[in-house]
């Protein structure tokens, strides 16, 4: 059985950071992604990242300030994030795409791309 469970989240002033875990298990997969839903807003790809880590991508309003990586001890997904600002305000979702082909990330990807979800975590950054 397939289970992403992210932890992590909570309640920072702007500037601040947090690093969000995400537990994968039970599975195969080719990429590993971070995602994020807005009161009233559809969901936005964050950050993706290939399996072994050779293959990054981030949305332009987070270069420099989050890092996606993987730990191959445990395989566990992080994304830390650093200067936060209260747009970054979401629901977060680590996410995964089974199978061994790993393509060239160089745009957003859709969420129906990837097949597993954690139940997400909040994140709350006040002014």
């Known amino acids: 059985q397939v289970q992403l469970v992210e932890s992590g989240g909570g309640l920072v002033q702007a500037g601040g950071s947090l690093r969000l875990s995400c537990s994968a298990s039970?599975?195969?997969?080719?990429?590993l992604g971070w995602f994020r839903q807005a009161p009233g807003k559809e969901r936005e790809f964050v950050a993706a990242?290939?399996?072994?880590?050779?293959?990054?991508y981030y949305i332009d309003s987070v270069k420099g300030r989050f890092t996606i990586s993987r730990d191959n001890r445990d395989n566990t997904l992080y994304l830390r994030m650093n200067s936060l600002k209260p747009e970054d305000t979401a629901v977060y979702y680590c996410?995964?795409?089974?199978?061994?082909?790993?393509?060239?990330?160089?745009?957003?990807?859709?969420?129906?791309?990837?097949?597993?979800w954690g139940q997400g975590t909040q994140v709350t950054v006040s002014s």
């Open positions: 996410t995964a795409r089974p199978g061994r082909t790993v393509v060239d990330i160089s745009e957003p990807r859709r969420p129906n791309e990837f097949e597993y």
């Open positions: 039970g599975g195969t997969f080719s990429h």
């Open positions: 990242m290939s399996w072994r880590g050779d293959r990054k």
